[in-house]
C-alpha cells in the first residue's frame, strides 16, 4: 500500500518568513495529493490539494509543487501569520472512487510573531 | 453547519469493555472512514465504507470493526477495549474516492 513521510515533523518561522513542508510518497500509481490544516481542537480542513497533471498550483499564499519522478510534493507557505500556526498533513491517494487518502505524520507549525 | 457529527468529544473506557464511536454525516455522502491520530504518526486509515453495508479494511483494523446500516451513520466498535487504543478518533465523509474529506470534531478516547 501507500506509504507517505512528511518533514520536518515540527517548524518554528519568524512571522513574515516563508515556511516549506516536504513529503515523499512511495506509490507511484499515486495522483491525488491535498493538503490539511489542523488548528489546536479543531478539526483538519483541506486547503489545497493538487493532481499529477499539474506541476504546481497557488491559492494566494500558499503553494503546491509535485514531482512525480521523484514522488515527492511540497507546501509552501509564503509571508506566515501567526493564524497559519497549525498542524499540516499532507496525503496522498490514487484518486479514483472507492480509494481512500494515505496520510503523512503531521508538521507542526509555530510562527512566532 | 456541522456536517459531520461525532457523538462524543471525551469518553472514558475500561479496560475489556465494548465501546461504540459513533459519526453521522448530513451530506448524503457514499464514502465514510474512521481514522486515529497519535502524535508523530499522523492519521492512520482503521475502516472506510463506500456503501452501506460495505466495509473495507484499512491500514490498522486489528481490534476494531464497524458497522453501516444506514448511510449516514458510520459506527467504529472497540471489541475489547486496551489502552494502546487510547487516542483521538477521527471520523470523515466524502462524495466519492478520496477528494474533500469532510472531518469530524474528533472522539478523544481514553481507555484505563
Known amino acids: 500500500g501507500e506509504n507517505v513521510e512528511q518533514h520536518p515533523s515540527t517548524l518554528s518561522v519568524q512571522e513574515g518568513d516563508s515556511a516549506v513542508i516536504k513529503c515523499t510518497y512511495s506509490?507511484?500509481?499515486?495522483?491525488?495529493f491535498p493538503w490539511y490544516k489542523q488548528e489546536l481542537g479543531k478539526r483538519p480542513q483541506l486547503i489545497i490539494d493538487?493532481?499529477?497533471?499539474?506541476g504546481e498550483k497557488k491559492d494566494q499564499r500558499i503553494a503546491v509543487t509535485l514531482n512525480k519522478t521523484a514522488k515527492h510534493f511540497s507546501l509552501h507557505i509564503t509571508e506566515t501569520q501567526p493564524e497559519d500556526s497549525a498542524v499540516y498533513f499532507c496525503?496522498?491517494?490514487?484518486?479514483?472512487?472507492?480509494?481512500?487518502?494515505?496520510f503523512g505524520g503531521g508538521t507542526r507549525v509555530l510562527v512566532k510573531p | 453547519d456541522v456536517k459531520v457529527t461525532q457523538s462524543s468529544r471525551y469518553l472514558v473506557k475500561r479496560t475489556g469493555e465494548k465501546v461504540f464511536l459513533e459519526c453521522v454525516q448530513d451530506?448524503?455522502?457514499?464514502?465514510m472512514f474512521w481514522y486515529r491520530q497519535d502524535p508523530g504518526l499522523g492519521l492512520r486509515l482503521i475502516y472506510f465504507?463506500?456503501?452501506?453495508?460495505?466495509?473495507e479494511k484499512g491500514d490498522i483494523p486489528e481490534g476494531y470493526s464497524v458497522s453501516r446500516e444506514k448511510k449516514e451513520r458510520f459506527s467504529l466498535i472497540l471489541e475489547s477495549a486496551s489502552t494502546n487504543q487510547t487516542s483521538m478518533y477521527l471520523c470523515?465523509?466524502?462524495?466519492?474516492?478520496?477528494?474533500?474529506?469532510?472531518f469530524g470534531s474528533g472522539t478523544r478516547l481514553t481507555i484505563v
Open positions: 470523515a465523509s466524502s462524495f466519492g474516492g478520496p477528494y474533500g474529506y469532510t
Open positions: 506509490d507511484s500509481a499515486s495522483n491525488y
Open positions: 493538487i493532481r499529477s497533471n499539474v
Open positions: 496525503a496522498a491517494s490514487r484518486g479514483a472512487a472507492g480509494n481512500k487518502l494515505t
Open positions: 451530506m448524503d455522502h457514499e464514502n
Open positions: 465504507s463506500y456503501d452501506v453495508k460495505m466495509k
